[in-house]
C-alpha cells in the first residue's frame, strides 16, 4: 500500500532519522550530566544502523509517501561519515526536502561538504546570545563563537534560510531572548522559540518552566511588531510571524500550549532502529531486526505500513487534558528521536 493513513487520517510525511545517541552538549533540558556521565553506556557500533541499513529504510519510507528527510541526534555532525551519507540520502528520488539539526560546535568545517552533498537546509540550535546563560544550557560544553562561526559558514555556503531553534526555560534564558532576536533580525536566518517539553523521564521538567509562546508573543511584538503569516505547508509545526518593519520572520513551537498533533505526519527513527511514531512515544518498533534477518523491502514496507495504519498518537494534545505529572509513562528520551 503507498500513502498510508493512520487511524487519524494523518498520512507519513517527514521522516527524523538519529544518527547517533552520543552528543558532545549536555543541555540540561535534555542530557542532563547527572544522567549521562562518563560513565554512561551509550550505544555501540554493532547496536547502531549502519549508513546502508539508514539508507534502505530511508528509501522504503520514501516509497510510502514521506517528501522529508532530517538528519538529528545526538550530535549528527559527530558521525565522521556524516558527508557521505547526506549525499546517498540527497539522491534518493522523491525527497523534496531535506536537513539537518545541529547544535553547531562542529559545523563550520563541515558546512561546505554538507550543502555540496546535497543537504538543502540546516536547523542550528542556539538557547542565547549571553555567553554564561549559552554556556549554562549546553551542560558546560559549548563555545557561543564556534557555534556563531558555524552559523556562518553555513550561511556562505548557500544552506539558506537557516533556521534557530531555541528552547525557552523559564528562569533560566527568558531574560535573553530579546536580545537573541535582535542578533538575528535582518540576517534572513529564522529564530524558532520552542516551548520547554517534557519530552522523555530525565530532565525533571516542570511545567512552571514553560513560558507560553502567547506571553513571549506579546513581548516581542511590544518592541517590534509582528503580524502572522500562513503556514507554508500543510502540517508546518511552527506558527509563523513577519517583523512589520520587513526585518524577517520568527516562529514559535507552542507544543505544549498549543499543541498540533491533528496534522503530525512525522516518524522517527532511533540510531538503534526503533521506529517512533510520536516524540512521546513509550515505545517503538524495531526495524533492525527485520533488517538483519533477511527481511526484504516488501516486508519492511508491510512493517512500516501497519505501524503507521496502527498509529493513534496525540499526546500533546492529550496532555492539555491531563497533566503530565499525572502520567507514569516512560517516555523516550529526546536525543535518542531527535527534535
Ligand atoms: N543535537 C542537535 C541539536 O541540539 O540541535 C540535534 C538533536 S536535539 C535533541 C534537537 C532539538 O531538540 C534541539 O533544537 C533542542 O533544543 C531540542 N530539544 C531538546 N530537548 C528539548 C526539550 N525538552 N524541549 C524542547 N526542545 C528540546
Ligand atoms: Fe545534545 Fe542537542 Fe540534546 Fe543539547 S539538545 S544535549 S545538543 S542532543
Ligand atoms: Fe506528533 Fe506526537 Fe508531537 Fe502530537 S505529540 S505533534 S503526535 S509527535
Redesign the pocket.
Known amino acids: 500500500m503507498t500513502d498510508p493513513r493512520d487511524r487519524l487520517g494523518r498520512p507519513i510525511r517527514d521522516l527524523r532519522i538519529s544518527l547517533l545517541d552520543q ?1 558532545n ?3 540540561p533540558y ?2 542532563p550530566a547527572t544522567e549521562y556521565h562518563a560513565d554512561y553506556q551509550f550505544l555501540s557500533r554493532r547496536e547502531r544502523l549502519t549508513h546502508d541499513e539508514i539508507l534502505r529504510l530511508a528509501r522504503i519510507a520514501v516509497g510510502l509517501g514521506v517528501t522529508k528527510l532530517r538528519l538529528t ?3 549528527p555532525l559527530l558521525d565522521k561519515k556524516v558527508v557521505g551519507l547526506v549525499s546517498r540520502l540527497a539522491a534518493i528520488e522523491g525527497v523534496d526536502d531535506f536537513a539537518l539539526t545541529t ?1 553547531g560546535m562542529l559545523l563550520a568545517p563541515l558546512a561546505q561538504d554538507l550543502a555540496a552533498a546535497g543537504l538543502r537546509r540546516i536547523t542550528v ?1 542556539l538557547d542565547s546570545m549571553d555567553e554564561d546563560v549559552f554556556r549554562a544550557m ?2 558546560s560544553r559549548g563555545e557561543l563563537g564556534q557555534v556563531l562561526e558555524g552559523i556562518a559558514a553555513a550561511e556562505r555556503a548557500g544552506l539558506r534560510p537557516i533556521k534557530i531553534n531555541t528552547v525557552v526555560q523559564r528562569g533560566v534564558n527568558d531574560h535573553t531572548l530579546l536580545d537573541l532576536l535582535d542578533h538575528f533580525r535582518g540576517s534572513g536566518h529564522i529564530v524558532r522559540l520552542i516551548e520547554y517539553m517534557d519530552v522523555g523521564n530525565r530532565n525533571n521538567w516542570r511545567y512552571e518552566q514553560v513560558i507560553p509562546s502567547r506571553e513571549i508573543l506579546k513581548l516581542i511584538h511590544e518592541r517590534w511588531p509582528l503580524r502572522p503569516v500562513d503556514p507554508r505547508y500543510q502540517g508546518e509545526v511552527a506558527r509563523r510571524y513577519k517583523y512589520l518593519d520587513g526585518q524577517g520572520e520568527i516562529g514559535f513551537i507552542t507544543s505544549v500550549t498549543e499543541p498540533f498533533c491533528g496534522s503530525c505526519s512525522r516518524a522517527r527513527l532511533s540510531a538503534d532502529g526503533v521506529l517512533y511514531t510520536c516524540l512521546f512515544a513509550a515505545t517503538g518498533t524495531s526495524l533492525r531486526e527485520p533488517l538483519r534477518s533477511g527481511a526484504s523491502d516488501e516486508d519492511l514496507a508491510d512493517l512500516l505500513t501497519r505501524v503507521w495504519l496502527a498509529r493513534s498518537d496525540r499526546y500533546s494534545e492529550e496532555r492539555r487534558v491531563q497533566r503530565p505529572s499525572e502520567q507514569v509513562i516512560n517516555k523516550v528520551e ?2 535518542r528521536v531527535g527534535g
Open positions: 552528543c552538549f549536555r543541555c535534555c542530557m541526534g545526538g550530535e547544535n540550535s549546553s551542560g529526546m536525543y
